[in-house]
């Protein structure tokens, strides 16, 4: 190459960090879009580029071979065996997406803006972070309109020497599909079971009317045991064939209750993770929409009103910066503990993500019975909150709405709330607002 087409690349990691190789390794980039000029088929398309430093007799670096490989096709190979109904993620070690069912969440950091698995999953948070390898969770779709899905996240580290240390892969799978393999496998228990039916039948015919009697028994157990799960008692005692029979289908009755059992307890616990936040063990935004609605329909029968109160961490970032993400958990647990003490059984509070919390308090409209509940609440909150043998001093801004002053629908009203939070934090913070005001009352604690 000569003149203008020849290109200074010295200053790129695949050229300074090949040099650095032994021989026989090889170097691999960050998976990213290619916008480097260049004569080549890949640009703006995904790449990894590869590298490899060429050697002398003395072991001397003369220069780089370098190999850009369009991923395209290796992403296509990826999913290509997959079945119809399942939904393949992958992503860098710090949570971009690669691979997405929705091609605009791919490679956003190369359009300015981070597109992160754990923000659409945040039970992800402590795979990206490095402290697990594996995950299985329960969670919704990835784009509006999906049913729940039953998600797995690995992560894998990369051999070469590489500008990636790590990747994450993840398969998910619609929980009715799950849930319908299940159903499939109690199909097949059954019809073992109606087998061994059927055989006792067969040898009832054949033996002394001696048998007759237990192998009734037997028959008459395993249907009730089909059609409702219910335990008769069975000739286990017996030292023949008989209580042999019997003692395995015993054992059969026991492993079937607890698979039940257990996927009873599976369905429970997902469904409660489903409802609520798992760092705070707060109802999260789909629960706390259903109380919203259900605190509408009976005020607008009664003819009341509630009150929605959001509360948000003032300045949580600079704890988390200052003293850690441990800290701001710590915080967030401790907000939570707050938030559910100064409440009654009647009342709603939720985690809608990061630092914001959301308050029903249901059946009050009255507006000086809302505000003297914000300066006991914003007091209880303001208190010290011991971490790591020290104090840290935590203030808050809260905004007010009110129904039907302010909003008749679930969205309409968090949004008025958030707004006056917003015009709390513009109004110099730590205090409260009224959507229905414009002026912010500012704690005195």
Known sequence: ????????????????????????????????????????????????????????????????????VDLNATFQLLAADLPGNFQLFMTNGRGDFLIHPDPSHTFGFDRGQRVLLQEEFPATADLVAGKTKSLLLETTGPTEGHGPLIAAFISQGVVAPTSESRMILGLAQPRAVVLKQAEYLGQDILKIVLAVCMACIAMAMLVARAVTRPINAMNTAIQRFSNDNHVMQLPVHRTDEIGMLARSFSHMQTVIRQQMNDLQDSH??????????????????????????????????????????????????????????????????????????????????????????????????????????????LAVLKAPLDFAGQDLQVEFSIGISQFPEDATTAEGIIAKADNAMYHTKASGRNGYNFTSLNTTQTSLL
């Open 1 to 68: 190459m000569a003149g203008d087409d020849l290109q200074e690349k010295g200053h790129f990691p695949y050229v300074s960090e090949a040099l650095k190789l032994k021989p026989g390794q090889t170097y691999l980039s960050h998976i990213t879009i290619n916008h480097e000029l260049g004569a080549h088929n890949g640009q703006d398309q995904p790449t990894a580029t590869m590298a490899a430093p060429v050697l002398n007799a003395q072991g001397k670096a003369l220069g780089v071979v370098v190999i850009n």
């Open 268 to 377: 429970e616990e997902l469904e409660h993770l489903a409802q609520h936040d798992v760092l705070t063990g707060l109802p999260n935004r789909r629960m706390f929409l259903d109380r919203l609605d259900q605190a509408i329909a009976r005020a607008s029968r009664n003819a009341s009103g509630f009150a929605v109160l959001f509360v948000d961490v003032d300045n949580f970032k600079s704890f988390n910066d200052q003293h850690g993400h441990a800290a701001g958990d710590h915080i967030l647990k401790t907000v939570a503990d707050r938030l559910k003490s100064s409440l009654r059984a009647a009342d709603t509070v939720a985690r809608l993500g990061g630092d914001e919390f959301v308050i029903l308090l249901d059946q009050i409209a009255e507006h000086n019975l809302i505000a003297s509940f914000t300066e006991k609440l």
